[in-house]
């Protein structure tokens, strides 16, 4: 029910609107992806970090690069899949 009263706010908005809306929902994914990509990781990506010079820090700290790579493309295809959505014509401009 909830979803449908959603779906009845996104018809109403102009075509600026909506393309706010998605360009909102991408920041939103871009600072989850982040925020994601990056647990696990010990400290600042800078200065001293006990290890070698010109290290980022501990060799295998922080999530596995496949399972990095496998949080962006789910978070990219959501985004897609939201964007069609959202910016799909209205069934009232369909009508017509």
């Known amino acids: 029910m909830a979803e449908c009263d959603l779906m ?7 075509k600026a609107q909506r393309l706010v809306v998605v360009v909102a929902v991408g920041l939103a994914f871009l600072a989850v992806g982040s925020y ?3 647990l696990g990781q010990h400290g600042s990506a800078f200065g001293w970090t006990g290890y070698a010079p010109l290290t980022l820090g501990a060799p295998g700290a922080g999530l596995p690069a496949w ?3 496998v949080v962006w ?5 959501i985004w ?4 069609i959505r959202v910016l799909r014509p209205s069934r009232q401009d369909q009508a017509t």
């Open 36 to 38: 994601l990509s990056s």
């Open 8 to 14: 009845h706010r996104i018809d109403r908005l102009s």
């Open 73 to 77: 493309l789910a978070l990219t295809a």
């Open 67 to 69: 399972l990095r790579l």
């Open 80 to 83: 897609a899949i939201v964007s």
